[in-house]
T-cell receptor, first 113, second 113 residues
Framework: DTEVTQTPKHLVMGMTNKKSLKCEQHMGHRAMYWYKQKAKKPPELMFVYSYEKLSINESVPSRFSPECPNSSLLNLHLHALQPEDSALYLC????????????FGSGTRLTVV | KQEVTQIPAALSVPEGENLVLNCSFTDSAIYNLQWFRQDPGKGLTSLLLIQSSQREQTSGRLNASLDKSSGRSTLYIAASQPGDSATYLCAVTILQGAQKLVFGQGTRLTINP
């Protein structure tokens, strides 16, 4: 299995809702990432988990809450989002070390209304 | 701070042409460099990964080169096809607290039949 699977593919939520994005990989990668991408822009790093521990939080607002229950799963919990949070949310994984590249999922298209 | 620049921002060429996309980075202390393809609204597909000790990698009609000392990489696409139309992103892996990927702004490529 060489894929990163993200669910759901599309999500519409109100500003008072609570929802979660899920990401799963079975490649044995020990680093997992959340990125946010706005239209016609490159992905922006949000969070990095390395060996199931949060190692980077790029000053992301607390309405985004990441969780890494085990080495294969990564969640992003969403609460009280704003319309400007609407974007494509991408999950990626890699193996720590110089020689490994990144594998990205197909993303979750999030719309906040 | 590592910065990645891609030139041109957009490129439109007729089918069958060979073309070159350019990427430059400001700090040569990279683990590796990866080229990705992104179709509209989709995730990122890895095309080529070049280790910092390597000079080039090839996959089918694609060839990527890396000159770490000058901070440059090129992606060469031979005999372009309409299906090659997409945004191409260059990214370098660096160590900053944890391993992270720094993206360029991308080149939007259109191949005209």
């Amino acid at each position: 299995d060489t894929e990163v699977t993200q669910t759901p593919k599309h999500l519409v939520m109100g500003m008072t809702n609570k929802k979660s994005l899920k990401c799963e990989q079975h490649m044995g990668h020990r680093a997992m990432y959340w990125y946010k991408q706005k239209a016609k822009k490159p992905p922006e790093l949000m969070f990095v988990y390395s060996y199931e521990k949060l190692s980077i939080n790029e000053s992301v607002p607390s309405r985004f809450s990441p969780e890494c229950p085990n080495s294969s799963l990564l969640n992003l919990h969403l609460h009280a989002l704003q319309p400007e949070d609407s974007a494509l949310y991408l999950c990626a994984s890699s193996q720590p070390g110089r020689i490994y590249g990144y594998t990205f999922g197909s993303g979750t298209r999030l719309t906040v209304v | 701070k590592q910065e990645v620049t891609q030139i041109p921002a957009a490129l439109s060429v007729p089918e069958g042409e060979n073309l070159v996309l350019n990427c430059s980075f400001t700090d040569s202390a990279i683990y590796n460099l990866q080229w990705f393809r992104q179709d509209p609204g989709k995730g990122l597909t890895s095309l080529l990964l070049i280790q910092s000790s390597q000079r080039e990698q090839t996959s089918g009609r694609l060839n990527a080169s890396l000159d770490k000392s000058s901070g440059r990489s090129t992606l060469y696409i031979a005999a372009s096809q309409p299906g090659d139309s997409a945004t191409y992103l260059c990214a370098v892996t660096i160590l900053q607290g944890a391993q992270k990927l720094v993206f360029g702004q991308g080149t939007r490529l259109t191949i005209n039949p």
